[in-house]
């Protein structure tokens, strides 16, 4: 399962492409506003940092399908090579990733809360899906499941989409996901320094 980092802060990001095996970078604008710079000078540096063979998924803001078509030209036009614009899975998000796909953008589909949110996103043309398990585990109660119903769907029907499973709060929903089969997941910093320690507690996990 390739292991991408979620943050939108340099060092965070630097440190840890120098320590661990990363392959790939998420951010979001909250992350980004978190950062207090302006947003274009932000991502371009994230973008930046990174080998061109390490993706990065840059989410827009727009709220509907013009918006969010606007802003996902201007993340292509302001970032070089290797990148996927991250579009949460509403009705005027499939519009948007339905349009861009035809023409050639790579779209992650994001804010994934539900299997058939992850089908019709895949089926407008998204190349990657981002189940967010922390909050489903909140809210339904099987952010894992629902992983592994998605990995399930997709392998059964052909389709080439993959799961990038995003939203942790603690190391065993990792290690679910991974157990569910995800392709993919994208893990705070935070997160990683634990995935990286030892536990004293739990010497499983
Ligand atoms: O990248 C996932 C993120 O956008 C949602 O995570 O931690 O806010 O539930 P969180």
Known sequence: MKMLVDSANISEIESLLDSLP???????????????????QQ??????????HLPLHAQIIGKDCAGMMEQA??????????????????????????????????????????A???????????????????????EFGDGAGTVKTIVGLFSMYGFHCKVLA?????????????????????ISPALFGKLASISRYRPGY
């Open 43 to 52: 991502i371009k540096e994230i973008r930046r940092l990174l080998p061109d």
């Open 116 to 138: 058939a949110q992850a089908v019709l996103a895949a089926k407008a043309g998204a190349g990657y899906v981002a189940p967010y398990v922390n909050r489903i585990d909140n």
């Open 22 to 40: 990363i392959d790939g970078v998420t951010t979001n604008p909250a992350l980004i506003a978190g950062e207090k710079r302006p947003f274009k």
């Open 166 to 186: 995003a939203s942790f709060k603690h190391k065993g929903q990792i290690l679910s996901v991974m157990e569910a089969g995800s392709h993919e997941a994208t």
């Open 73 to 114: 030209k201007d993340l292509h036009d302001w970032l070089d090579g290797n990148v996927w614009i991250k579009i949460p899975v509403t009705k005027e998000g499939l519009r948007a990733i339905q349009q861009l796909s035809k023409e050639n953008f790579r779209i992650t589909g994001t804010a994934v809360y539900t």
